[in-house]
């Protein structure tokens, strides 16, 4: 894409108030696997299977065909949550290969890619106006989800950027994490060093969430039904997935 043929104000435009934010989303599902994850009480414990499967097929799906992702994310997001609710629901799914789906996603580079948006969600409710300044940052953000996400980047250096992101929310007791001016300029300039360092390709970008969950999830449970047609069936690198645990036959141990 030729960088000088679009008008970058107009490509990143104000947020639409009635569209869901794809934070939101990812947040949601994080939330229901670390709850799962950290050991809930019995009696939730108990009921999680039937409770799942109808928040997945009710209000989580609703919410993620309003998100501002595309298309085939949407139906590959809403196939892996019905899958993983069904499986656990039946019982042949245990909370140690719940687990294991949340340990692949911490594996590749879906942590921080959840934690960079989360600081640009930062950044644009403090600029809200749409002028220049904020279209060259919020395309400086997409240069840089892109080298995570392609890892043009290494690792070491993106968990030391995100270090005293990390030191500012735990140091927060009070509920309000927002980030300050300073804070927000500082990880900005970091970001401009390591995009410019990695020859990110300055254009638009949207990282493939659905697609780091799906690896996630068919690891423990295997292949399934392509949602999507357009749905990669394997690793963009081309690397063969893990091999999965076989779902039909776990014990589904509680």
């Known amino acids: 894409m030729d960088y000088e043929q679009y008008s970058p104000s107009q490509h990143y435009p104000q947020p639409h108030r009635h569209r869901i934010p794809v934070l939101k989303i990812i947040g949601t599902i994080l ?3 670390i709850l799962i994850c950290g050991g809930l009480v019995t009696y939730v414990a108990y ?15 609703a919410e993620i065909e309003k998100a501002d992702l595309p298309a085939e994310q949407k139906a590959l ?7 993983v609710a069904d499986a656990f629901e039946q019982g042949r799914m245990s909370f140690t290969q719940f687990k294991a789906i949340l340990t692949n996603l911490a594996s590749g580079p879906f942590f921080n890619l ?24 919020m395309l400086l953000f997409d240069r840089f989800l892109r080298g995570i996400a392609e890892g043009a980047i290494p690792r070491g250096q993106i ?15 009070d509920g309000h994490n927002r980030l300050t001016e300073a804070e927000l300029n500082q990880f900005i ?6 995009v410019e360092s990695a020859n990110i390709p300055a ?3 949207q990282p493939d969430y659905a697609t780091e969950i799906d690896k996630a999830v068919t690891a423990v449970l295997g292949p399934g039904q392509s949602a999507v047609t357009t749905a990669p069936a394997a ?17 589904a141990e509680r």
Do not use: C
Request: no cysteine; net charge negative; hydrophobic share 40%.
């Open 159 to 173: 968990e030391e950027m995100l270090v005293p992101m990390r030191e500012h929310n735990s140091k927060q007791r």
């Open 47 to 61: 009921n999680f299977p039937r409770w799942a499967a109808s928040f997945a097929r009710g209000p989580l799906v």
């Open 77 to 83: 997001l809403k196939h892996n949550i019905t899958r």
């Open 189 to 194: 300039d970091a970001m401009r060093l390591a």
């Open 203 to 205: 254009e638009p970008f």
């Open 31 to 33: 939330l229901v696997l």
């Open 235 to 251: 690793d963009s690198a081309g690397t063969a997935p893990a091999e999965p645990m076989p779902a039909e036959t776990a014990p």
């Open 114 to 137: 959840v934690q960079v948006e989360a600081i640009r969600h930062q950044y644009e409710l403090a600029h809200p106006q749409s002028d220049d300044e904020r279209a060259e940052t």
